[in-house]
């Protein structure tokens, strides 16, 4: 990591003939690449499961994800009954998420 958050692989700046654009919301981005304007790195929860879209490479990178409570009321049951819930989506959806679920 270099402190962007990102591993080097993201953060090469040699893009030949082709300057960077930053576009926001991820919205933008996604329309941008179906209409060809260029490349850009996507979450494999959203690219892949848009058949418009090509993945070009293996997945760069994976993130842990967590969920916080407060202290105090994380032993709540309403809240503890939630927490555990999405944890169970969460697992369920794994293969969307690291993209290990696309032939």
């Known amino acids: 990591m270099d402190g962007t958050g990102y591993s080097g692989h993201l953060t090469r700046t040699d893009f030949g ?5 930053s576009l926001y919301p991820l919205t933008a981005v996604t329309t941008a690449v179906i209409a060809g304007v260029g490349l ?4 494999c929860l959203e690219a892949d499961a848009d058949p418009r879209l090509v993945r070009l490479s293996d997945v760069l990178g994976a993130y842990s994800l967590w969920i916080v409570t407060s202290h105090a ?6 809240v503890r009954s939630v927490k555990d819930a999405l944890v169970g989506m969460i697992q369920a959806a794994a293969p969307e998420f ?3 679920g696309v032939p």
């Open 40 to 43: 850009a790195v996507l979450g």
């Open 73 to 78: 009321v994380r032993n709540n049951p309403r």
């Open 17 to 21: 003939p082709y300057p960077p654009c």
């Open 98 to 100: 690291d993209g290990s």
